[in-house]
């Protein structure tokens, strides 16, 4: 018998299935040991040795792969082809000699890029040794990562209150975000003009015009930098006539991209689908780990964790095949083309993402696939084709014209594709952008006279720097060498979950939290944040893996310097600390304007407060040094972020008086953000005061929802069965209705005033079964494929969760239940199923509940209680 141990239970089946009866394929279920989240798994005093730790569901399943090995003659270690894959091969080995499973078992380290079975069967046939050079690696960036968060994140919870933690490269990523937002406050716009001139050929075919050049100078984007100015250029453009002086036609071709990396994968996706990166790696994997197609499962792409960009031989001639019978000889090159990857650190040791079989089109798989997974193979598959596609050609038109005296110069320039090539089947970024000028200009000749239609003089003001997109932090991140395929959407993801960013139309903004943590990093731990430091540090990692560099090296130089940093900062006083970043953080907070800044400091509810950063353990906000006399406070952030706007008002702003009570009301900003509050006549009564909802912005709150924000509580109505009423209000974690002590959310604020008495006892029922452990059906996703029995998303008390029988699964963190799909919640089930389905309950300890239950009665039996007298 021959067992092969993979990383996933679906792997596994597939697999199974190619190799026949002889060989046993078991599943890892991913690692199966980690460094148990305690100080202490690292040891830097003992050369950096580390504790492993196997869980109880780990242990389970290898103590099954051990008993397996034991009666094997050979044993295949067939985990993924990367860092993470050779770790776990390792880890595997580790655990069974451990268990004294490896007698006289021959043990074969095989790697295969993708799941069919020529690969399969290739890669068994010519196994190799575990890779122990690729294991280094992963045990530094293992060490490093533990290390850093295990070290640096006392340091924040000490000395930062509502910090969370720090890790080595997502506080480089948080770095690049919160350095944008700054660069985005900090920006002037500054305006500039540009002239266009509208012009009729002799035929009555209009065009446009550029002014590019007056009195033989060129313009840059700048040269017209007034209204004023822009006037006398159009005066100079209207001395007609207009005259053709050059007509020029040059061919250009475009080349195509080459082929899918993780990174430009994510990049597309993100662009053209909308597919944040997690989302991208979770339906990649799917179609990596293979489909039933024709009646038998196998896999669509290629393994989705590389930075290479080159194509297997024989995947090249299929598409070469594929392009040349499928859109003709004109289409094909004569030459296959070859790439080479642009990213920095690329270690191009994989094959680029690309279809396992090329002729396998979307439409033949179509039926196989979810709605998810047929976007992304349709995406991967085209960008592969194209690669290897002729380039486009096209003619690139420029006419250029001058005014009667020659003062003034205006060009037109568009281009019109002439041989659409490679484009025929993929172009970069969304599907509805074209190219600019892709219009073809109408014919004229030189010397002809163009008949001037209109001058328009246009106002531009200059645009800071946009907000990083989850491609472009990813391109970002890659260019700069920080981060490893397998990285980007983990890092991203932690972002979130740390909520030092949230996304707003698909770009990050860094929340104050990340922020300050950031200027925390920036002042105190410098080096341990720059790009470049961070950077060698993977240059390091690779060399180890190559083999030209000793990983326990990497550690000590690292630890050398780093922990006496942490030692030096962690002895400051947390005043110190917080004096530093108030200095540090004066401009984001206070603007960059020295002559206003002390104006600014002052408070404005007392005579003789500065406002300054401080810190609770809800996190940073603003207040004033005569606390607790004085109680001002702001939140932490930019004051006004329209650069010094006189607009931008410090102070409370008057929504009017109320209706009834003729008292006013005012938006008010505090350390939790903007609320409302309503003057109280009476000297010692607390004012009445409510918060602005989050999806309500301060600016635009009416008076009358003012009002009704106020009214809150809102009484629904009675219920039916209690006869007691249900409220609705606005709580910290946004709306909800309310029935003695049942809270259930609602989907906006406005629906607090709206929600009718039926859908809140429906809401307060479903929260009332959630509560006593039940469930509510989310969806029905209809009969299992392979088993007797319909398959629920369900909401339970804990969460949703899809279920079918006795079998219940949690859904990943940040799945839409909505969104579940049946090959999912097969996949997720199965899983369940093989750590053992429900839980068991843990048996009564009986005997001792017995000897326990005796013990008393014989105590009893010694000494009787006494009676206490009666006080007199």
């Not at 568009?414 to 993929?426: A, C, N």
């Not at 102070?651 to 609320?675: A, D, N, W």
């Not at 039996?861 to 007199?872: E, G």
Request: with cysteine.
């Amino acid at each position: 018998m021959k067992v092969v141990i993979v990383e996933s239970p679906a792997k596994a089946k597939t697999i199974n299935k190619y190799l026949g009866s002889d060989y046993k394929v078991l599943a890892s279920y991913g690692h199966v040991r980690d460094l148990p989240a305690k100080d202490g798994s690292v040891k830097p005093d003992e050369d950096f040795e580390m504790d492993w730790s196997v869980d109880r569901d780990s242990n389970k399943r290898m103590t099954e792969i051990a008993s397996a090995v034991k009666s094997a003659d050979t044993l295949y270690l067939a985990t993924d082809p990367d860092r993470e894959g050779e770790a776990i091969s390792w880890h595997v080995l580790e655990i069974l000699q451990k268990k004294r499973a490896l007698k006289d078992t021959a043990i074969h380290r095989v790697v295969f890029n993708e799941i069919t079975k020529s690969a399969i069967i290739a890669a068994i046939a010519s196994p190799r040794e575990l890779d122990t050079k690729m294991v280094d690696a992963y045990l530094a960036r293992r060490a490093l990562d533990y290390l850093v968060g295990f070290t640096l994140s006392p340091v924040l919870w000490r000395k930062l209150p509502g910090a969370r933690s720090a890790g080595r490269v997502q506080s480089v990523a948080l770095r690049l975000v919160a350095n944008r937002e700054t660069e985005i406050e900090r920006f002037v716009p500054q305006e500039y003009w540009s002239v266009e001139a509208n012009v009729t050929n002799k035929d009555q075919k209009a065009f446009t015009t550029r002014l590019v050049s007056i009195n033989g100078k060129k313009l840059q984007k700048m040269s017209i930098e007034t209204g004023k100015e822009a006037q006398d250029a159009v005066a100079l453009v209207k001395k007609t006539p207009i005259t053709v002086t050059a007509l020029e036609k040059k061919p250009t071709k475009r080349h195509p991209q080459p082929p899918f990396t993780t990174s430009t994968l994510q990049q597309e996706a993100a662009r053209k689908l909308g597919f944040p990166a997690n989302k991208t790696m979770r339906v990649a994997q799917s179609l990596y780990e293979g489909k039933n197609i024709g009646g038998e499962v196998t896999g669509l792409i290629t393994y989705m964790r590389t930075d290479g960009v080159t194509i297997a031989g024989e995947a090249l001639n299929a598409t070469r095949y594929l392009i040349e019978s499928r859109y003709g000889d004109r289409y094909l090159p004569e030459k296959p083309k070859f790439y080479k990857s642009k990213a920095k650190n690329a270690q191009e040791a994989h094959e680029a993402i690309r279809p396992t079989d090329p002729s396998r089109r979307p439409i033949d798989v179509a039926s196989a696939l979810d709605q998810d997974e047929k976007k992304l193979y349709e995406l991967i598959w085209r960008r592969t084709i194209a690669s290897q596609m002729a380039s486009a050609q096209l003619e690139r038109t420029t006419i250029t014209a001058f005014n009667e005296d020659q003062t003034a110069e205006l060009r037109a320039t568009g281009s019109v594709i002439t041989f659409d090539g490679f484009l025929s089947v993929y172009q970069e970024g969304k599907d509805d952008e074209k190219d600019e000028g892709e219009a073809r200009l109408p014919a004229v000749t030189e010397g002809e006279e163009l008949l001037l239609d209109q001058v328009n003089p246009k106002q531009h003001f200059t645009d800071p720097a946009p907000r990083f997109t989850e491609a472009s932090l990813v391109k970002q991140l890659e260019e700069l060498g920080i981060g490893r395929p397998s990285t980007y959407a983990s890092i991203l993801t932690v972002l979130r979950e740390r909520n030092y960013v949230r996304m707003d139309k698909n770009r990050f903004i860094p929340e104050d939290k990340g922020r300050l943590v950031i200027a925390f990093l920036e002042v105190f731990f410098e080096r341990y944040v720059q790009y470049d430091f961070t950077a060698n540090l993977e240059n390091e990692l690779d060399d180890i893996s190559a083999g030209s560099l000793e990983w326990k090296k990497v550690l000590r130089t690292f630890w050398t310097d780093f922990k006496p940093k942490t030692e030096e900062v962690i002895s400051e006083k947390t005043s110190e600390i917080i004096d530093a970043l108030d200095a540090y953080l004066e401009p984001m907070v206070f603007g960059t304007d020295v002559e206003i800044i002390a104006e600014k400091r002052k408070c404005p509810s007392c005579d003789d407060g500065r406002l300054g950063l401080k810190t609770s353990r809800y996190g940073a906000f603003v207040g004033c040094s005569n606390y607790p006399e004085c109680s001002y406070t702001k939140p932490f952030g930019r004051i006004d972020a329209d650069n010094d706007n006189e607009n931008a008002a410090d102070g409370p702003q008057s929504l009017g008086m109320h209706p009834e009570s003729g008292e006013e009301i005012s938006v008010k900003v505090g350390r939790f953000g903007p609320y409302l509050e309503m003057a109280s006549a009476e000297k010692g009564v607390k004012p009445p005061r409510a918060s602005i909802p989050k999806d309500m912005k301060p600016e635009d709150v009416s008076l009358e929802m003012a009002v009704l924000l106020l009214s809150l509580p809102r009484t629904v109505g009675l219920h039916p069965e209690s006869g007691k009423p249900i409220t609705s209000a606005i709580g910290r974690y946004g709306p909800y209705v309310a029935h003695e002590r049942t809270f259930a959310s609602l989907q906006s604020s406005d629906e607090v005033f709206s929600v009718g008495l039926n859908r809140a006892v429906s809401l307060i029922a479903d929260a009332q079964k959630k509560k006593a452990g039940g469930k509510v059906t989310l969806k029905e996703l209809g009969d299992h494929p392979k088993e007797e029995g319909p398959v629920y998303v369900y909401d339970g008390r804990y969460g949703p969760y899809v279920n079918h029988g006795k079998i219940n699964a949690t859904l990943p963190k940040g799945t839409d239940p909505e969104s579940v799909t049946m090959e999912q919640a097969v996949e997720w089930l199965e899983a369940k199923a093989a750590k053992g389905g429900k839980k068991k309950a843990a048996p009564k300890k009986k005997k001792a509940a017995k000897k326990k239950a005796v013990k008393k009665k014989t105590t009893a039996k010694k000494k009787a209680p006494t009676k206490k007298k009666a006080a007199s």
